[in-house]
């Protein structure tokens, strides 16, 4: 059998290690959901005191079982851990669930157990799942190893950190309705890392929607990759919580003191195509929204009521969500004006005007009018369908349902995405469980159905981009004379390369820079100064010195030879204060850079998310507002298309108050570079390139920073 | 009887002028919601063509009854309107409902129509509501004009521009079991506005919320003065709809109001304090939130819950919705932790750890130790309180119930608000029964119980600002000079002040402003130069030339009288190319500003809101960042305070990269006067000081400009 998650799924046979049937007991919980769940494969229970257990035998150990065992699921206390572990891979497991805790999470000796027991996975292969989760379920083999009863079966799988994020779904799930293919808790994921588990559910027919609760993220960089990968197929809709938990970085660059976690999440998950929640309402209803309707081609909402206040709160929800809302063309307005009382406008938001709630047939009609308008990718009604029998007379309940059935008709002929907000959602109503069953979203605010009606939206409109991206490879590719200019700085103890050697690896990958000589003496200033165009820049080469402003190593604006025999002097005797006379290797010399923007590109090796380049505009942007962009290398170029015009400062680089346009594409291009270097060379762990001057045509790196670690 | 709203709402009699027994017609409806209501006073029902309605006398006319009128509820078609109004005026109503639809929001008919039922209620100062309401209802006097069944009682009293908000509010109490006291549909109000029913339910006993949906807003300088003062007593909640151009157009068609600009609107419910909500479901939590909690004293919230997920989850959004979740402690903690399982920190968020679920006893004596220390503010359990009996065992339940009772007695005894969120709120369970009896707020969605509670701090931290507040007179005081000068310009037919002008004004108000000159000729102008220190600026004044730059009107950095007389020859040769010769008065000559940050300070006279006063830092500030911030005159000191610190480059006026801070004081000055100049000068439509020039010392005012209209 080939290695893939699917033994893990869909196993012929389980082993649980430490079966107990102490009622509340977390093994009894999940033995007797294993067992009362519909698994039809060999179960062996395992308890070394016990003979028998829920009326089956029980075996001593697991090699007393006289089969190969697929899975197993171990609920022994950590000591005991390592062996049970050891014993299953001797008895062929292809996955091994571990719900102990007390591991990793607790201190260094559990870490110590958790290093044993991947040592004795990998000698087979052997998936480990957990420890310090809640178990799994998999509808496909009829498995519920979560100890949670009543679980739905549906088209959503679940990956979560939290169990009990995974008890309020599975309630959730079973009060709307809708349900699950996969659930898995990953725990401390030490064996299985999330993006493995997205890529396997990527390509599961059972799986339409992956569901996630995440609470920090391991290997971020694979996420990202197998996320976007996912994307194309199928929805992620993430949960991450710990936006609160200030997790504020120690970083010597400037790029790394912007980069807050929750910002650099909020990036890598948008540039991989993750739908992020914040709640776990939201969660269920996004999944659900997922899960049932027909992705939209594009962003252009329908909105019909009976009232224009619920008109008015739904176009004001669309404009927040980022929906358009557009005013129907003549022909549709034409065509919808006889369902509206005489008078009402057909422009969108749509009001019939008091005409419905008598008569539910005018909704159905007007829907139809919009399914078949191919300039509305959705359509939200909103107001109180479902309860006009309540507002108006009871035989308008009839009315209602068969309404219901024909807009179900119309969502399969259309496949056009139908949300139905109605304040009585949660009521139950037969014309409002005619849509649920079919899937037509009904909920209950009007600001989620525009959420998730949005959310499906933007998800299709980036599947397009996503599809269409050519996403640079993962893998570093080596350059013999950066790594051995590393190895030379290795050899000298240094962490931080001179701007000398920055600039070598700069323009090893082509980064054009301004020409710049390094001078040893006032004497071979004046000389190389003299080649080039006053006025000039100089700057301290010096591998003590890494804030050279602050070290009074920068002088600018040097008109001629005296100012360069003079600047140099100075430049050296500061420098020498901090360092010593031989610790200063002299003085570049460059041209000053002509006029443009200042902006700062950087990059910084994350934790969570490894490579991770920057851009923004310098001055107040960065000191005041904050305002810069991420993305997690590589980059495609529409990344970079993104990370520039996503900063609120971006019409300055267009050109405002009669500027002439800076030269964007140049910007571009050290962008794109700097993700090249970023991937191929991890020695690296911060670069600034700050300030960089854009000009109207082509852009100066004034300064560059690079760190090794 | 005095003139007061109490004549309305609790009327010895009410009239319906077009009743009618056709069932569902709006007449119908609502004379039987009034005669199955309860109302207790005498009802006359007219109508010309009956003799008998529901079983009662029908009167031919209003004229026909032989007592005073109270209340009359008029429902005829429009051009039976004015003469229905003017019989009721003279029956001695103090309070007329025109529930009749299709007049200012028709067109100039209507709008006709409207004129004239002022005029007929003008005689007798009846109040006129609506028209193109759908009614009132009143607990005290058991009033149902709304034609609505089954409206709960409660301390919330509701004003509404829409009808159908009204059927999903009357819903949603229904459903969660809070109820009114008043409910207004306040139509197209042109009688009484919306300002005059809060005034009124302001010293209202029976309303402890005022809850409110709103689509257009007139007179909005009162609307924040009324507001304000309510603030002090209770909270306005606010539903405003037409944030989005959509949104602007569904309302526009639904009454006759006009959308306005939404940041006014923001920056003045802000000023107002008015909680502002942007859907239905959350008006309705959030009004029952502050119908039922005691107002917290600050913002410090503890969470606590069996699991860490809700927890990570509700601190998230205690952050994002501004509170604090502050480590408990010492004390609190070492008090706590014999409630948590072993090794469970107890700093916040708390996790009981496991024990809960089968002892909610446990919860009871963490919320009591919150409840007893003075450093939080507030208690949010989330999680899964309620359904314990479903994941443990049906004997829980009781234990659940019991520890409801100990919280509804905790809540009482310490005055303390305490917000449940749960997955089971919405299902009938009797521990969550008795919280919800006794007002403890139990919400389904983490989020939802986040924003409530945190809406209960921040209002009661404004309240106490409020409270304390000086709020200067909105009244205008004439200046004579001032008075004169506006009347010289519209005596030359001009709305544009000259900047000689505009300077006499701001001067008159004790806003220092720099040496400047107006010079006439060459000469003169370079004799006014040499009294000045240079380098100066000079700048055209002419009646005709408004963009004094674009007519090449102004030249900076004079440096001698050679300079000057150049300049001067140059401004009037362009300026006169734009106006005549005889068009230019002259050149304002005056010293250079100093260096300094660049604002703008400026006032508008908003449709909605009246005189509103801006402020902003100049540059991409303004230019790119639209980073302004706005109050509606008169500004109290803690308004000027908030807007100069709510902008988003506040910073760099406080100092930044080692610059030295600015004179923050005497741009508080400015806007201080300006908002007096704009009080006492409702003439002045506009104005403009752009730039000021803040200093480290001082500001200058560079540009001024001041539009009559």
Same sequence: chains 1, 2.
Avoid: W
Wanted: hydrophobic share 40%; proline share 4%; glycine share 10%.
């Amino acid at each position: 059998m080939e290695r893939s998650l699917e033994n893990v799924f869909n196993p012929r046979s389980v082993a649980v290690i430490g079966a107990s049937e102490v009622p509340g007991k977390a093994s009894e919980r999940r033995t007797r959901s294993l067992l009362e769940g519909g698994y039809t494969g060999e179960v062996y229970l395992i308890n070394p005191k016990r003979s028998e257990l829920f009326g089956r035998k029980a075996y001593p150990s697991i090699t007393e079982v006289d089969k190969e065992v697929d899975l197993v699921m171990i609920v022994v206390a950590p000591r005991f851990l390592t062996a049970a572990v050891a014993d299953s891979v001797k008895m062929g497991a292809k996955g091994i669930i571990i719900i102990t805790a007390g591991l990793g999470e607790s201190g260094e000796e559990g870490k110590k157990i958790e290093a044993e027991i991947l040592d004795e996975a990998a000698k087979t292969g052997a998936y480990v799942i957990g420890p310090n989760c809640s178990g799994m379920f998999s509808a496909s083999a009829e498995m519920n190893l979560l100890g949670v009863p009543q679980i739905e079966r549906g088209p959503i799988s679940v990956l979560a950190q939290s169990g009990n994020v995974i008890d309020s779904l599975t309630h959730y799930a079973r009060m709307r309705g809708v349900g699950f293919s996969k659930i898995i808790s990953v725990g401390n994921a030490v064996g299985v890392n999330f993006h493995e588990y997205i890529d396997y559910l990527k390509d599961d027919p059972n799986t339409k929607v992956i569901m996630t609760y995440l609470e920090g993220i391991k290997d971020g960089n694979n996420l990202v990759r197998v996320a976007r990968d996912t994307a194309k197929k199928k929805p992620v809709v993430a949960l991450k919580v710990g936006r609160s938990s200030a997790g504020a970085r120690a970083a010597a660059s400037h790029t790394g003191s912007l980069a807050g976690d929750e910002v650099i999440v909020d990036a890598a998950f948008r540039q991989a195509g993750i739908v992020r929640v914040s709640n776990a309402d939201e969660l269920f209803d996004m999944a659900a929204a997922f899960a049932n309707c027909p992705l939209p081609k594009g962003k252009r909402v329908a909105i019909l009521s009976e009232g224009g206040g619920d008109n008015s709160i739904a176009a004001d929800n669309a404009e927040k969500y980022g929906m358009d809302v557009p005013v129907l063309s003549t022909e549709t307005q034409e065509r919808m004006k006889p369902f509206l009382l005489e008078g009402m406008p057909a422009s969108n938001p749509i009001d019939y005007g008091g005409t419905a709630e008598e008569n539910p047939h005018m909704i159905t009609e007007c829907v139809k009018v919009c399914m078949e308008d191919d300039q509305i990718d959705g359509i939200l009604i909103t107001g109180f369908f479902g309860g006009f029998k309540d507002i108006i007379a009871s035989h308008v309940a009839e009315l209602e349902e068969k309404a219901s059935e024909d807009m179900v008709e119309m969502v399969k002929q259309y496949r056009k995405s139908l949300f139905v907000h109605t304040s009585f959602a949660r009521e139950p109503i037969k014309s409002l469980d005619i849509l649920k069953t079919a899937g037509v979203p009904v909920i209950e605010s009007s600001e989620r159905a525009a959420q998730c009606l949005s959310a499906l939206m933007h998800f299709s409109i980036n599947q397009k981009k996503i599809s269409q991206m050519r996403i640079p490879a993962a893998e570093a590719k080596e350059r013999a004379q950066v790594k051995e200019l590393f190895k030379k700085v290795g050899e000298e103890n240094r962490s931080n390369l001179l701007e000398t050697e920055s600039r070598e690896v700069l323009k090893e990958y082509g980064i054009s820079l301004s020409e710049a000589i390094l001078a040893g003496t006032p004497e071979g200033a004046v000389e190389a100064a003299n080649k080039m165009r006053y006025p000039l820049a100089m700057k301290v080469v010096s591998p003590d010195i890494i804030h050279k402003s602050d070290a009074g190593g920068t002088k600018l604006g040097l008109k001629d030879g005296k100012d360069v025999e003079k600047a140099f002097k100075e430049i050296v005797k500061n420098a020498a204060k901090v360092t010593t006379r031989k610790g200063v290797l002299g003085t570049l010399i460059s041209p000053m850079a002509g006029p443009g923007q200042e902006c700062i590109i950087g990059m910084i090796r994350d934790p969570q998310f490894g490579p991770v380049i920057m851009f923004g505009l310098g001055g107040i942007f960065v000191e005041v507002l904050k305002d810069v962009s991420f993305r997690v290398a590589p980059l495609a170029q529409e990344d970079i298309d993104e990370m520039v015009e996503e900063i609120k400062g971006y019409k300055i680089l267009t050109g405002i108050r009669g500027e002439k346009p800076k030269d964007i594409d140049a910007l571009k291009d050290i962008l794109a570079k700097l993700s090249e270097i970023a991937i191929d060379n991890p020695e690296i762990k911060e670069i600034d390139l700050n300030p960089v001057i854009v000009h109207e045509k082509g852009a100066s790196i004034v300064d560059s920073r690079m760190i090794l670690g």
